[in-house]
Each structure stands twice: as C-alpha cells, then as structure tokens.
C-alpha cells in the first residue's frame, strides 16, 4: 500500500496517526501548524493539502469544523483521482459530510463517514473505538488502516450511521458526566469524603467510563486543560437535540444537560472541561456542604 495520508493532526489526529505509524504504514500528513511529534514518530509533513493528495491513496481527516471540511475537499479535489478513498474521522454536521461526499465523488473519490468515540488518550492507548459507515466494501479493503488506528471497530451500515452513533454515544457522555456532578455536590453536601466517594461509586454498578474519566478532574479542578470543552460538546448536543426532533424522540435528560451548557457559554467557561458542570451544579445549591 502507498504511504497513508492524514490531514489534522490535532488532539486525536496526532495520536491516531502515530498509531498508523507504529502499525508499520508510511504516513505523510498535513496540519496548518507544524508538528514535531508527528515527525519525531517518524511521519513525514507535507507542504499542503495537495501534497497529501498527490502521494496517498487512501487519506484520513481530522479536521476540526465544516468549513475547514470544505476548504480541504477543494484542496483534494485539485490533485484527486479515482480510486482515492477518504476516510473522515471528523465530527461536525452529517449534513457537511454528505455534500463533501457528493463532492469526491464526482471525481471519483469515495469518502467513508467515521467517527471516534473516546478521548486522545483513549486513542494514544488504543481504548478508542471507531465507527464505521459508508461503502462496505470499501471498509472491508481497508481493514489493515482500520486496525492500524484502534483495537476496536464498528461497521454500522450506510453512510452517516456513524455520525448518528457519534451523537448518541455524546449524548450519554453529557449526562453521566452531569450525573457525576450532582453525584459528587451531593456526596460532599452528606459529609461523603470526595475520594471516596469516587473510589467507590467508581467501582460500582453506577460507575462508568464517563465517570472514571471525569470524577477525577472535578475533584482536580483543572478544567483548563482538559480535553472536552463545553464548546466542542455543545455542538454535539446540539445536533442530537436536533436528530431527537426529527425522530419524534423524547430526551428530558439530554434537554436538561444542555441547559447548563448555555449557562456555561453565559459564563465564559466554554474553553472549561465539561467536568466543570460540578462547579455550575455547586452555584444552583442552597445549603453549605457539611463537614466530612
């Protein structure tokens, strides 16, 4: 295979095309900022989007809006040829994925929709999981790229099912991570050492992969550096409200979650981890937390 393309090399498309490198592929990738990891792993930077375009076959994306989507798509769309597959591991609109899709393949170009779920450690360490939609054939040729990035993938069936699962799966991570909030204001308000409480709940049958990757920041309070700001989720949020709609589906759990969210933009926390939320639930209680 020739080299593999990768254009983003951002929070998760660093780790994820380190993992190709590991895996043994010859990866030539592209950022609008320069990347000394990703060349320290041995990955060789490209000049541009067209550089990438011109040496690879298949090339993934990860990028980080709609429209640096579009600004891309026209970059490939300069040096494509048929044959050349897209794999967009990308979350925005599945509206965006689907007209650069109608795009590429105009020329050829076939685009698969794929999502990640987990966070960049998660994909450094291999935990991340990643969906799969579009052309099954096509995913099936590129089981070997697949598995170069993460130990687990989902084919999900027609293109824009990932981006669908992707909401989904954002979905239950705003609300366990709410519900870790509440859990932990409370626990502290009972005179429950937070700790422990964390130790505990955490091993538990309330316990869950949300909550063993928040609880730790809120007891922390380093929402600065954390790698799920309010901002980037709140789009999710946003886009699954939506699909909810459109489906007729009840979601008073994912309606109240969003409320806090506009509570942190109206408070300038939109850069904050969401695990921040235990600080905006803290606000709205009444009583002083007891002594533990």
């Not at 980080?64 to 967009?88: F, M, N, Y």
């Not at 054939?137 to 993938?153: H, I, K, P, S, Y």
Request: hydrophobic letters at 45%; proline letters at 3%; one cysteine or more.
């Amino acid at each position: 295979m020739n080299a593999i393309g990768f254009i983003g090399l951002g929070n998760i498309g660093t780790p994820m095309s380190q993992n190709l490198l590991r895996a043994g592929f010859d990866v030539i990738g592209f950022d609008l900022v320069g990347n000394p990891a990703f060349v320290e792993a041995g990955g060789r930077f490209a000049e541009s989007v067209q550089d990438v375009g011109r040496q690879a076959d298949v090339i993934v994306q990860s990028l980080p809006t709609a429209a640096a989507l579009e600004s891309t798509i026209t970059g490939l769309l300069e040096v494509a040829r048929e044959g050349q597959v897209v794999i967009d591991i990308s979350g925005y609109a599945l509206e965006a994925k689907q007209q650069a899709a109608e795009r590429l393949a105009q020329q050829g170009v076939a685009m698969l929709d794929c999502e990640i779920s987990g966070l960049p450690f998660m994909v450094a360490n291999r935990t991340a999981v990643i969906f799969q939609a579009g052309d099954e054939q096509c995913v099936n040729g590129l089981r070997e790229v697949f598995n170069g990035m993460a130990d687990t993938c989902f084919y999900l069936g027609e293109f824009g099912s990932a981006t669908k699962m992707k909401l989904l799966a954002n979905m239950m991570v705003a609300i366990h991570n709410s519900v870790g909030g509440e859990v932990l204001n409370l626990a502290a308000r009972i005179g429950i050492d937070p700790d422990t409480a964390v130790k505990v709940l955490g091993s538990s049958a309330g316990g869950s992969v949300t909550f063993s990757n928040k609880a730790p920041v809120m007891l922390s309070r380093d929402f600065e550096s954390g790698p799920g700001p309010f901002r980037h989720m709140a789009h999710y949020l946003d886009w699954a409200a939506g699909m909810a709609r459109q489906a007729g589906a009840a979601t008073p759990l994912l309606d109240k979650t969003r409320e806090y969210y506009l509570i942190a933009d109206a408070e300038g926390r939109g850069d904050q981890d969401i695990a921040a939320v235990i600080e905006l639930l803290e606000a709205a209680s009444t009583d002083k937390p007891k002594e533990s």
